[in-house]
């Protein structure tokens, strides 16, 4: 293979694992922006992957598949918004209590579904716009570039900007993130705003574990496999920016791709499996007291006592 083949091809990889972090972190974004602690993008992502492969399976679409693994991922945020803004309940322990019930209900879901405890049935995948297909060597890189699921993340992404940063409704979000008292005195419901914030979360998660599902063809027991957790890492170290997120996915993407070009080069095993995990720690202690929080995420507020 030639060096520019093998660059693209890299570029191509990297661009391939990205997509699941970048949507869930893009998720991250709206839900702490907003006043939410969303550790439970993890579970998000799994049920998106189910309910992608379910829907896919049932249809024969994948893009009834990909409206599956929104409206799975919403369901799930709203049982976390429901928890933590209406019921003001702690954001760590509901998140976490979402990924534990997340990796119980897909796997009894394989079980009655499918009757396999560990695997679905293959489902076919979006067929990509032109084919897929560059001309050569950038063949692999098309087959990314031209996805339509990869296309529909680079318009959220571009969405997600103007709506965050050129709309009232936006500045309003962050707003409630930031001091919810004077979103409430503009006139706006914090409980509101911060319930999109954790629906929209769910709608992209729940995306990026579609694009999961069409990589591999089918689900997997436990296929999320940390992701949701390293998207929270990327978010943070892009402060809580879209763009900035999306940059450090695809660090955390280059990492993983190394990781599995890397595997039966001599190095052991695990060394290799850890490095996606070591890199987001390391990032993580690099980048502590650099990347300011929104200054209310993680509190209740209400409305009636202001707090």
Not at 61 to 73: D, I, N, R, T, W
Not at 196 to 220: D, R
Not at 264 to 282: C, D, E, H, R, Y
Request: hydrophobic content about 55%.
């Amino acid at each position: 293979m030639s060096a520019a083949a093998l660059l693209l091809s890299l570029v191509a990889q990297t661009l391939r694992i990205s997509v699941p972090y970048g949507l869930a972190a893009l998720g991250g974004v709206f839900s702490e922006r907003s006043g939410i602690v969303n550790i439970a993008l993890e579970g998000i992502l799994l049920c998106g992957a189910f309910c992608a492969v379910v829907g896919t399976h049932y249809t024969g679409s994948p893009y009834v598949g990909m409206l599956c693994a929104a409206g799975g991922g919403m369901l799930v945020a709203a049982l976390h918004a429901l928890i933590t803004v209406t019921a003001r309940g702690d954001h760590i322990v509901s998140g976490l209590a979402i990924n534990i019930m997340a990796f119980g209900l897909t796997r009894g879901g394989l079980r009655v579904l499918f009757q396999s405890a560990s695997n679905s049935p293959r489902i076919a995948a979006p067929e990509g716009f032109l084919g897929g297909r560059l001309p050569g060597i950038a063949a692999p890189l098309g087959a990314v570039l031209f996805d339509p699921l990869f296309l529909g993340a680079l318009g959220l992404l571009l969405l997600s900007l103007l709506f965050l940063y050129r709309t009232g409704l936006g500045l309003a979000l962050r707003t409630a993130g930031e001091l919810p008292a004077a979103a409430h005195a503009a006139g706006f419901s914090v409980t509101c705003l911060r319930w999109l914030g954790v629906v929209a979360s769910g709608l992209l998660a729940g995306l990026g574990g579609a694009w999961l599902a069409f990589e591999q063809h089918s689900f997997s027991d436990a296929m999320s496999g940390g992701r949701g957790y390293i998207a929270l890492a990327a978010m943070i170290v892009g402060k809580w920016h879209p763009l900035g997120a999306g940059a450090a996915c695809l660090l955390f993407g280059a990492a993983e791709t190394a990781q599995i070009r890397l595997q039966g080069s001599g190095v052991p095993t695990q060394l290799m499996q850890m490095l996606p995990f070591a890199l987001t720690i390391l990032v993580l202690v690099l980048w502590v007291g650099r990347s300011p929080a929104p200054a209310a995420v993680g509190q209740s507020y209400d409305p009636e006592g202001g707090s």
